[in-house]
């Protein structure tokens, strides 16, 4: 995927612009409100009580056909770098069915302490037949007795809150019976996530966020459209987990980066965010770009 020129990353509009000119201090504010100090700090998710790393690791980078970037790496590689991560103190991790990357990360969760990782994972079911087989097989294929979250996948209509109304109530059943610790959703589309603000529903939104916003952000709106949304779901309590913000790996230089990091941290309303890392070298050089905003 083609590098977006410093140009067009500064340039969206004069309102983003002046977004980013006053990140640096509203992330000071929200690394002082949660004293937040690395991107491995354990955090709280909304009124789930559930924590997690500040940063977490995907494991769907473009993924198509079941085969992110994370699964071809191969087995072995895979496997390395989630122990990697978890090694510097990364305890959130991301995956779907459409990734493909549940068994491998079975294989690399052995040996390690359950009770020390987060595990999120995401259903397509359209029926409570179809959610209730996947509850099962996704627990079975993650070689775990629960899910730290469970989320409805990629929801693109205003009204899924009625249309999944049935999946819904599996995954409420589900959690119940402690399959899963918190439920929630993905959208994709600004309608369905201004849908998501006014569902009582929701323990967990995963949105996605960066400061550039719209189709070159991969994301569902402006960052001040999306950003409201997140804000208003904080306030209700629902935690707020941020993807794509590395704009799908666009951003590649480091003052791309951190401008987008010192964008969502200066929110105050994104719990953690997952960013899908492919090699170690990556995650020590967030790692490190995310200790660098929170002291600034």
């Known amino acids: 995927m083609s590098q977006l020129s410093r140009r067009d990353f500064l340039g969206q509009s004069a309102v983003t612009v002046g977004a980013l000119a006053a990140s640096t201090q509203l992330a000071g504010a929200a690394r002082n409100e949660r004293n937040l100090k690395s991107g491995v700090d354990q955090v709280t998710l909304g009124r789930t009580g559930l924590k997690l790393s500040l940063i977490g690791m995907g494991t769907g980078s473009n993924g198509v056909r079941h085969s992110s970037n994370q699964v071809k790496l191969g087995h072995e590689k895979f496997i390395g770098l989630v122990r990697y991560a978890f090694e510097r103190g990364i305890t959130y991790f991301d995956t779907a069915d459409q990734y ?27 029926t409570a037949e179809m959610a209730k087989a996947d509850i099962e097989r996704l627990r ?3 070689g775990v007795h629960y899910l730290d979250t ?24 589900a959690k119940q019976k402690g399959y899963v610790r918190a439920i929630g959703v993905s959208c994709h589309g600004l309608p369905p996530l201004q849908a998501a603000v006014h569902c009582d529903w929701i323990d967990v939104d995963l949105a996605r966020i960066n400061p550039i916003g719209g189709n070159k952000g991969r994301m569902d709106g402006t960052p ?42 200066g929110l105050g309303c994104v719990d953690a965010m997952v960013i899908g890392f492919e090699s170690a070298q990556q995650i020590d050089q967030i790692l490190e770009r995310v200790e660098t905003v929170l002291k600034a």
């Open 150 to 173: 469970l989320l409805m996948h990629c929801m693109v209509k205003p009204s899924w809150p009625s249309d999944f109304r049935p999946v819904m109530d599996t995954l409420s059943w």
């Open 100 to 126: 493909g990357s549940h068994i491998y990360l079975r294989d690399a969760f052995k040996g390690l302490p359950r009770d020390r990782l987060f595990i999120q994972s995401k259903t397509r079911a359209t």
């Open 140 to 142: 079975e294929e993650l």
């Open 224 to 265: 001040e459209q999306v950003a409201s949304c997140l804000q208003d779901m904080h306030k209700q309590g629902k935690g707020i987990l941020g993807m794509k913000i590395l704009a799908e790996g666009t951003l590649k230089t480091p003052e791309e980066q951190m401008n987008s990091l010192r964008f969502v941290l």
